[in-house]
């Protein structure tokens, strides 16, 4: 295990379908993130879990959004009834908990959602 | 709420040139601040970080000091190669202080030319 992994790399739908991304984290690693990357943006915070327990979710991540991770190893990120707005590339890091006092994250390569 | 404001690019430069892509910030409190950098094709991977005031991160030749008294955590390089041709995101972070999400920029792409 040398990163964080994420599948598939890019998903081509029809707005209305359905679509889960996987996050495999660092193995060694209790938290994990969600970001959104648009053309041209930097990454913006979606949501983070510690271990199982999703602590924060962002106001970006509307009812159709819903992310788990349920044995606090990997995750999935499902987008129901996808909008063309939804287009993006979705980026998973993670990181340990712990002394120190800032909070490196790694982060995948992401996977890039094309809604036509 | 925190925010992070990088310089527009794209920044083009000849082969041994210095650099500076200026960032600065606005937050509560005292962030830890970090600047990453994204490769053509690949992830974001963390290029040097800062966790407290007049802190200097460094690596491969990047240097950037914590300026509480500016909010400011600007990217220097002193002789940049047509390699370090990427996006530089600068992000904050309160860490075990609050939230541990990052905040980013919206990027800075430098073109280096030989």
């Known amino acids: 295990d040398t990163g964080v992994s994420q599948n598939p790399r890019h998903k081509i739908t029809k707005r209305g379908q359905n679509v889960t991304f996987r996050c495999d984290p660092i193995s060694e690693h209790n938290r994990l993130y969600w970001y959104r990357q648009t053309l041209g943006q930097g990454p913006e915070f979606l949501t983070y879990?510690?271990?199982?327990?999703?602590?924060?979710k962002s106001r970006l991540l509307s009812d159709r959004f819903s992310a788990e991770r349920p044995k606090g190893s990997f995750s999935t990120l499902e987008i129901q009834r996808t909008e063309q707005g939804d287009s993006a590339m979705y980026l998973c890091?993670?990181?340990?908990?712990?002394?120190?006092?800032?909070?490196?994250?790694?982060f995948g390569p992401g996977t890039r959602l094309t809604v036509l | 709420g925190d925010s992070v404001t990088q310089m527009e690019g794209p920044v083009t430069l000849s082969e041994e040139a210095f650099l500076t892509i200026n960032c600065t910030y606005t937050?509560?409190?005292?962030?830890?601040l970090f600047w990453y950098v994204q490769y053509p094709g690949e992830g974001l991977q963390l290029l040097l970080k800062a966790t407290k005031a007049d802190d200097k991160g460094s690596n491969k030749g990047f240097e950037a000091t914590y300026r509480k008294e500016t909010t400011s955590f600007h990217l220097e390089k002193g002789s940049v190669q047509v390699s370090d041709s990427a996006v530089y995101f600068c992000a904050l972070s309160h860490g075990p202080s609050g939230t541990y999400k990052y905040i980013f920029g919206t990027g800075t792409r430098l073109k280096v030319l030989a």
């Open positions: 890091a993670s990181s340990d908990s712990g002394g120190s006092s800032y909070n490196e994250q790694f």
């Open positions: 879990f510690q271990n199982e327990a999703q602590l924060e």
């Open positions: 937050a509560t409190g005292y962030p830890s």
